[in-house]
């Protein structure tokens, strides 16, 4: 058995994610070749080829791959699919977006999001917004899996010294044209993948307080967050979306400020380690799963959180 | 312009879920259903097109048991024109709907195909983008933003790292995010209307696609309950707590 995993990148840094689904790959048994896609990702494919674990790394580069439209990408996956058992994807949004259109034209079944690999068949995902855990089997022939990443520790970045293959993309499918994107600049750690995060819902009333949350994630190095209702209301956006149709996040400390805790907010959060929330309403569900609850005014809490974590020291791990 | 939107049956959002005892799903007994909340945001656009001038006939589809019509129902009151149930009580599986709705686009050849960009019982994200694959055309997934000028359409996509803009020929397939529209509620009126608009019956086997699964489900099981509930008294125990007790900070 062979396992393909697809990269997910920006054409300059390999993404953590993709450490993610290394590991579980590694736990479906078999060799594990990276593909990398897009133009002017050598390095990409240098770091992946680094990663432990990895056998073979796979780079294909041509104008046509730079924004991996899923049109071009995925006829290239089905065609080198052919030689593996399973290709796995991190279930980020360009891996959702790819790896269904690449099924299509395999004829196969994906199973999304799988959070635990039972044996090289057998999966397990959750369902009904993480209500419910669902187990699994495949019958296709080649399987294709994305991966949750928070349910599976990053491979080792370094270490490893796989050998980097070029193959040929599969050309433009003329379809689609990438026509640009509006990237949020943060100099915060990545939602996905920090160690704590602070996240605001619609008691936070304006994107301006918001700073309150951001001046206490940089005394923790944490990532803020956000709950649906925060990010339509436009305080904040769209990629803070912690939840069903957001960002999954398991942090060691998620701490909820003015967030009531609906299911589909939960099912983006409940398996941090430690949950902390603030909110000025002793009945919000919330509490019901938080570790530490306070039910306080959050515009007197916060700024109190602040002046008590300055006053103790505590900083950033 | 034709425009298909296909919409699912499922569990309301609000409804807690319950695992059944037997480990062998998801009790639906007695459980109010609803339109997926993404397809009504899909259902809501597709209705906008047309009131614009820029499509001239929506179709609603949906795929599952005799009280899917309910939900084919609503999509009538939302203002699509007409709709097509193919009937069918087992699991269905994403592929299995979009080679159903592959089959439908062949007989109906629409100029734009509108789902959810995932359906919140499987929460599977996968059948905008099978289909795409299976017909060759181009996808716009996630999207919160269409724009539709001459024979080409613009789409802002919700991506991990922000927004994203992607051009596509048409016909194209294009799933819905949350923040593309508000859908509107169906009025009295449009309700009693939607009772006289046609739904054409199909079964699997009229459209040729087998139905046999490909994934078995063996277990479905409830996740690890969580010990919450504990409350603090102030900020300065609730620092003390993170800090000293639990150690995350
Ligand atoms: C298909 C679908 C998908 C969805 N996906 C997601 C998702 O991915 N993520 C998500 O988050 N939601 C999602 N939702 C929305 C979800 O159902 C809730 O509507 C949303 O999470 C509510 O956000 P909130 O808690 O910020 O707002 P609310 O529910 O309005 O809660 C605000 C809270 O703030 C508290 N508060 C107000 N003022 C103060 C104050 N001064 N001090 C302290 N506390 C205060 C209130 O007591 C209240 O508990 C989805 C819904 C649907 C239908
Ligand atoms: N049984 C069905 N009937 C009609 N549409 C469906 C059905 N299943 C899925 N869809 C469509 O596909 C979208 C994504 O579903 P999924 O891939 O299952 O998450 C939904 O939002 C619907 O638009």
């Keep these: 058995m062979a396992i393909l995993v697809y990269a997910d990148h920006n054409n300059q840094e390999l993404s953590s994610a993709t450490l993610n689904a290394v590991t579980a790959a590694g736990q479906m048994g078999g060799d594990v070749t990276v593909l990398v896609v897009g133009e002017g990702c050598d390095a990409v494919a240098q770091a992946a080829a680094k990663v432990q674990g990895v056998a073979k790394v796979l780079l294909a580069q041509d104008a046509s791959l ?32 790819i790896m269904p259109r690449a099924a299509a034209l395999l004829d196969t079944q994906q199973v999304s999001d799988i959070i635990a690999v039972e044996s090289a068949d057998t999966f397990i995902r959750p369902i009904y917004a993480g209500n419910a855990l669902a187990t699994v089997q495949s019958s296709d022939a080649i399987k294709l899996i994305t991966v949750r990443t928070t349910t599976f520790a990053p491979a080792e970045a370094e270490g490893g010294s796989a050998s980097v293959e070029n193959v040929d993309g599969t050309g433009d499918a003329g379809l689609s044209t990438f026509e640009g994107a509006a990237l949020s600049e943060n100099e915060r750690p ?30 923790l190095g944490a990532a803020v967050g956000a709950s649906r209702a925060a990010v339509d209301a436009g305080y904040v956006p769209n990629d803070y979306q912690v939840g069903q149709t957001g960002k999954v996040v398991a942090p060691e400390l998620y701490i909820a400020v003015g967030i009531s805790g609906a299911i589909q907010h939960l099912a983006g959060m409940k398996d941090s380690k430690v949950i902390a929330c603030i909110n000025k309403d002793e009945e919000a569900p919330i509490f019901q799963i938080a570790d530490f609850g306070l039910v306080a005014d959050l515009f007197q809490a916060v700024p109190e959180l602040k002046g008590e974590l300055e006053k103790q020291g505590i900083q950033a791990r | 312009m034709k425009v298909l939107v296909p919409v699912k049956r499922v569990i309301d959002y609000n409804v807690k879920v319950r695992v059944k005892a037997d480990q062998s799903g998801v009790d639906l007994a007695n459980v109010k259903m609803s339109m997926n909340p993404f397809d009504e945001i899909a259902v809501e656009e597709a209705v906008r097109l047309k009131e614009a001038g820029t499509a001239t006939e929506v179709v609603a589809i949906s795929m599952g048991p005799e009280q899917s019509q309910e939900t084919l129902r609503t999509a009538l009151a939302m203002g699509a024109d007409r709709a097509i149930h193919v009937v069918h009580d087992g699991e269905l599986e994403p592929l299995m709907v979009a080679k159903m709705l592959a ?64 051009g596509l020929k048409l016909p194209a397939i294009l799933t819905v995010d949350l923040r593309l529209n508000e859908p509107r509620y169906a009025s009295l009126p449009n309700i009693m209307k939607a009772r006289k608009k046609e ?15 490909r994934l078995k489900t063996l277990k479905v099981a409830e996740p690890p309950k969580r010990q919450g509930g504990k409350k603090v008294g102030s900020i300065a125990e609730l620092v003390d707590k993170l800090h000293n007790e639990a150690g995350v900070i």
């Design chain 1, 66 to 97: 730079k924004d991996q439209l899923a049109e071009n990408v995925a006829p290239l996956i089905a065609k080198l699919a052919e030689g593996y058992s399973h290709v796995v994807a991190p279930a980020t949004t360009t891996g959702k977006n």
């Design chain 1, 190 to 219: 990545e939602l996905t993948t920090a160690r704590v995060v602070i996240s605001g819902g619609r008691g936070m009333q304006s994107g301006d307080n918001f700073k309150m949350l951001e001046e206490v994630a940089d005394i």
């Design chain 2, 103 to 166: 089959k439908i686009v062949g007989e109906e050849s629409p100029d734009l195909v509108v789902l959810g960009k995932q359906a919140i019982d499987d929460d599977a994200n996968q059948t905008g983008q099978l289909l795409a694959g299976l017909l060759g055309w181009g996808q716009g997934t996630f999207i919160s933003k269409l724009k539709i000028e001459g024979g080409a359409i613009s789409v802002t996509r919700e991506v991990d790292g922000g927004l994203e803009k992607i």
């Design chain 2, 199 to 213: 739904i054409a019956k199909k079964s699997p086997a009229d459209l040729g696609v087998d139905t046999t699964p």
